[in-house]
């Protein structure tokens, strides 16, 4: 392309692109004062709603102490009772803080602050706050089931099975990951127990209490030990640098999860941590006295080796909780505390991430899993001639994750199941073509996968190479919006790469053929889990490269997940359609060519394709659903990610931010107005100049 031609192309998508901005802009919104006369609001005024103490003692009755569900050190929880404009209740939980220190005010502040930004399915979801002169309050969704300590130590709950516990362990672990990887700047929780492992009505786990929380280094970078001037945290679960060196680092979190896995199977929580430790409990200590004495009690008592010998002294049935015993089948137990041991490691560098930590648990549970459906009756022994007690069991080898999460398929297999790659096609892409499969893993339990059959030959370019460590760096990369890597085919010359099977098609096929199935807060919560999904692979410093709608896949429950990245040769495409204008100049591609590209999804979520974009034809079904202050947010999002400068537009954590601060504002209007409202309801003649189509 000559260069001439080069910058016509630019020119013309520049125009076409300010077209269609213009149509979005001249929909009526609500006239209030122009943003330049209003005060820049801060993270919190944007996406967290503040509430009157009055509407908060109505919802409490007055703070009653009946209603109280949890105490801690300084803060007391009350269940309380929102009523919408609509009449209908909200129950919520309410943290009354106790701020007679600078140190609280900070903390609770600094916990408001990140969990407006953060959003995970295993987070605890933040409602609101209150910041009166005399109270400090946040407000949460309510979570039913209580505290995983509740259900482990108080004897009126039903006991968790086996099963229930590994997969409160790896919501716990994924909660985690987003924490430390997902977001712009690690997080670091700093206070991980059972008390502060929530659970909803499902039994899923949603960490909670960021009180003590620290925002580390930017992701893409290896973080670095934080100082801190005191010991925080609840003693017992601390790592012990945090006592030796006053550092804290991800790997702080790490051994504390660590904790959380053996208190999962021990009988009892003093049998880790003696009463003396517990006694502790969650406090600041400043004292060099205190400290010293804290340093030389965690030598002598609580180091992973002296966890491990006092555990080594008793056997199994002394120790594991009696309703767990003949319910774990070995295999399971091996790789569980095969875990818990490196995530105890006395150096930080020697723990693992938790992403592995993600990846282990969920081989424990498919071993488990496995098992139980060969044994359907029975009992397993863990106190074999193989597996004598805990201790052995955690010094008996290591598990290597590369056998967990990077699996070879046979030629063989990948045949059967696609009848010699002659039927189940479900689509066709540049490299390839992608077929729907069954397999049996273990010889026990069937999974549908997704079979993308590489034309190698054809296809690729010469300085493209089939990489293994490329494709095994892919696989480790785990989040709920992106299509997981589950393994690969290397036989006679075939390349094949097996995937999870998404079943409900890519937003493509919803907004040409399922639209209706589409409402506006659906639209926004896929674009929001498609940011979320794309952050996370830049945050670990991937790219993309062809981000469009047939590469955005939808499960049943229609959350979206990012497909075909991170490997070489999807490198080489871009969807013209979707290219930001640096890349039609020849720049070498950056984060923000993806962001330039979700921009382009963000106005394709609003405009249909069935017509040449510049007509300005909204989705029937979108019109007068949209609350014109969304609508204002929205819009300046795509505005921003189209930014013809790339160092202009936000990162894709600053997206994220605003899309959730667009959906909330939707929801609040939808719930004081029950009519349409006045917005894209009208009709325009089609402005002059050039078309885009899908």
């Known amino acids: 392309m000559t260069e001439e031609s080069c910058l016509c192309l630019i020119a013309k998508r520049v125009s076409q692109i300010g077209i269609m901005l213009l149509k979005c802009i001249s929909f009526p919104v609500s006239k209030k004062t122009s943003s330049s006369k209003k005060h820049s609001p801060t993270i919190i005024e944007l996406l967290c709603h503040q509430f009157s103490l009055e509407d908060l003692k109505r919802s409490t009755n007055n703070f009653n102490q009946r209603l109280v569900v949890g105490k801690g050190g300084f803060s007391t929880v009350y269940k309380g009772c929102l009523k919408h404009n609509g009449g209908s209740d909200h129950t919520i939980a309410l943290k009354l803080k106790c701020c007679n220190s600078n ?30 002169e005399k109270k400090k309050i946040i407000v949460y969704e309510f979570m039913c089931n209580g505290s995983l300590h509740d259900h482990l130590y ?38 991980i127990k059972p008390s502060n492992i ?215 297999d990948l045949r059967r199941t696609t009848f010699d790659f002659e039927r189940r096609v479900i689509g066709r892409g540049s490299f390839g073509t992608a077929y729907r499969g069954r397999i049996l893993l273990n010889g026990a339990t069937y999974h549908s996968i997704a079979i993308k059959k590489l034309d190698w030959s054809s296809t690729c370019d010469s300085d493209i190479q089939w990489n293994l460590k490329d494709i095994e760096n892919i696989s480790q990369l785990r989040h709920p919006n992106l299509v997981s890597l589950f393994g690969f085919c290397d036989e006679l010359d075939e390349k094949i790469l097996v995937y999870m099977y998404i079943p409900n098609g890519s937003l493509h096929y919803h907004l040409n053929w399922n639209e209706s199935a589409l409402t506006w807060k659906k639209r926004l919560e896929i674009c929001i889990g498609v940011a979320e999904g794309l952050n996370y692979l830049h945050t670990a410093s991937i790219f993309h490269h062809n981000i469009k709608l047939s590469n955005i896949l939808l499960d049943y429950d229609m959350v979206p997940k990012l497909s075909d990245f991170g490997l070489p040769w999807s490198e080489k495409i871009h969807a013209e359609d979707y290219a930001a204008p640096e890349l039609l100049q020849g720049h070498d591609f950056t984060d923000k060519c993806d962001v330039y590209s979700f921009g382009i999804i963000l106005l394709k979520m609003v405009l249909t394709n069935k017509l040449p974009i510049v007509e300005g034809v909204i989705y029937l079904n979108l019109k007068g659903k949209i609350a014109p202050q969304c609508w204002e947010v929205f819009l300046n999002v795509i505005k921003c990610c189209l930014k013809f400068e790339a160092n202009e537009r936000p990162t894709m954590n600053e997206v994220i931010a605003q899309l959730q601060h667009a959906l909330a504002l939707q929801e609040e209007a939808d719930s004081n107005i029950s009519g349409d409202y006045n917005l894209l309801s009208v009709t325009f003649d089609p402005p002059v100049g050039g078309s885009i189509y899908y």
């Not at 609770?108 to 295993?122: D, G, S, V």
């Not at 229930?164 to 994924?174: F, H, Q, T, V, Y």
């Open 103 to 132: 140190q609280h005010f900070l903390e609770f502040m600094k916990e408001i602050e990140l969990l407006c930004q953060l959003h995970h399915p295993n987070l605890i979801s933040l409602v609101g706050f209150c910041n009166h």
């Open 154 to 191: 108080n004897r009126d709950k039903t006991p968790l099975s086996w099963q229930k516990r590994l997969e409160i362990c790896i919501g716990i672990a994924r909660g985690l990951h987003y924490l430390h990887a997902g977001a712009k700047r690690s997080i670091f929780h700093c206070d």
């Open 198 to 412: 929530l659970l909803d009505s499902n039994m899923v786990p949603k960490l909670s209490d960021f009180g003590l929380s620290l925002q580390g280094p930017l992701s893409t970078s290896k973080p670095k030990p934080i100082a801190v001037d005191y010991v925080a945290g609840t003693f017992g679960y601390l790592a012990p640098e945090c006592f030796q060196r006053l550092t804290v680092t991800d790997k702080c979190d790490v051994y504390s999860f660590g904790m959380v896995l053996l208190v999962m199977v021990c009988m009892k929580e003093k049998d880790l941590f003696l009463n003396k430790a517990n006694m502790l409990g969650n406090q600041h200590l400043e004292g060099k006295s205190e400290i010293k004495y804290l340093e030389k009690f965690i030598d002598d008592q609580v180091q992973p080796w002296n966890v491990i010998a006092f555990m080594q002294r008793f056997p199994i049935e002394e120790i594991i909780d009696p309703t767990l015993r003949g319910k774990i089948v070995p295999e399971c137990w091996e790789v569980f505390m095969d875990v818990t041991k490196r995530c105890l490691m006395h150096e930080p560098d020697e723990r693992p991430t938790m992403g592995e930590v993600e990846v282990l648990l969920e081989y424990a549970l498919l071993l488990q899993a496995q098992a139980d459906i060969k044994r359907n009756n029975g009992s397993y022994s863990l106190s074999s001639t193989t597996i004598i007690n805990l201790g052995e069991v955690i010094c008996m080898h290591d598990i290597h994750l590369e056998e967990v999460i990077f699996h070879q398929f046979s030629l063989a």
